[in-house]
Nanobody, 115 residues
Framework: QVRLVESGGGLVQPGGSLRLSCQVS????????VNWYRQAPGKQRDLVAT???????NYADSVRGRFTISRDNVYWRAYLQMNSLQPEDTAVYYC?????????WGQGTQVTVSS
């Protein structure tokens, strides 16, 4: 069974940083791209960043230059380093993996940026 577990969210002041982690199990992590999405209250879930199986990255315009996605193919984890956080980054952040067996999501981790 494919499982994704996010961690690392919390409350941070504007301008601060957080690093989210996504622990993957139940599939060959090295073969798959991993995505980070976020969903703010009352809004749709939006793609934030993607890292392919060979570590090519892509970012939403709103986070490019501030966020960095990475992966560890030894420990089967993906990360989202978030710097220069702003109140508009407040959302639940979700890890996502697509495979031939389906589209899998973690439970989400709350990020709140507030003074």
């Amino acid at each position: 069974q494919v499982r994704l577990v996010e961690s690392g969210g919390g409350l941070v002041q504007p301008g601060g940083s957080l690093r989210l982690s996504c622990q993957v199990s139940g599939t060959n992590f090295k073969l798959h791209a991993v995505n980070w999405y976020r969903q703010a209250p009352g809004k749709q879930r939006d793609l934030v960043a993607t890292i392919t199986s060979n570590s090519v990255t892509n970012y939403a315009d709103s986070v490019r230059g501030r966020f960095t996605i990475s992966r560890d193919n030894v420990y089967w984890r993906a990360y989202l380093q978030m710097n220069s956080l702003q109140p508009e980054d407040t959302a639940v952040y979700y890890c996502n993996l697509e495979s031939a067996r389906g589209n899998f999501w973690g439970q989400g981790t709350q990020v709140t940026v507030s003074s």
